[in-house]
């Protein structure tokens, strides 16, 4: 049976947690998914967690933003060779540059159309698994 993939998301956005966990049940590798509403509530978890093997961060969130939670994830010598992805509606070159240079494996939207969200997701993943067997 193949390994379980940890994987945590921190978004403050119900519905995309919701997208998130249906778009991972379509990649059909098993996952065990943890979510937080914030990077605040990231941080806190990484401290009295196990390692996950994937983060997954949102940049627009409350309390703290993905790019500042990214910053102190690869400071944490516990968690920064942990794989991050960027999963955000904020889409712009100058924020995806910045996420790649500050630690982000991986930048990708969130498109409105659920079925090139899901693909974004199988593709995070797929990178995920990809830089595992490195």
């Avoid at 919701?18 to 990484?46: C, R, S, W, Y």
């Avoid at 994937?54 to 794989?83: C, P, R, S, Y």
């Avoid at 924020?95 to 159309?113: Q, V």
Wanted: charged fraction near 30%; hydrophobic fraction near 45%; glycine fraction near 2%.
């Amino acid at each position: 049976m193949p390994e379980i993939l940890k994987i945590v998301l921190a978004d403050d956005d119900e519905d995309d947690r919701d997208f998130f966990q249906e778009a991972v049940q379509l990649v059909k590798i098993p996952v065990a998914l943890t979510t937080v509403n914030n990077g605040l509530e990231l941080m806190h978890l990484l401290k009295i967690s196990e390692k996950f093997d994937m983060i997954v961060l949102d940049v627009n969130m409350h309390l703290k933003n993905g790019i500042e939670a990214l910053v102190e994830i690869q400071a944490d010598t516990k968690h920064k060779d942990t794989f991050c992805a960027v999963l955000t509606t904020a889409s712009n070159k100058h924020l995806e540059e910045d996420a790649i240079r500050k630690g982000a494996n991986i930048f990708k939207t969130k498109p409105y159309n659920f079925d090139e969200y899901a693909a974004n997701v199988r593709t995070i993943i797929l990178a995920c698994l990809a830089s595992r067997k490195l």
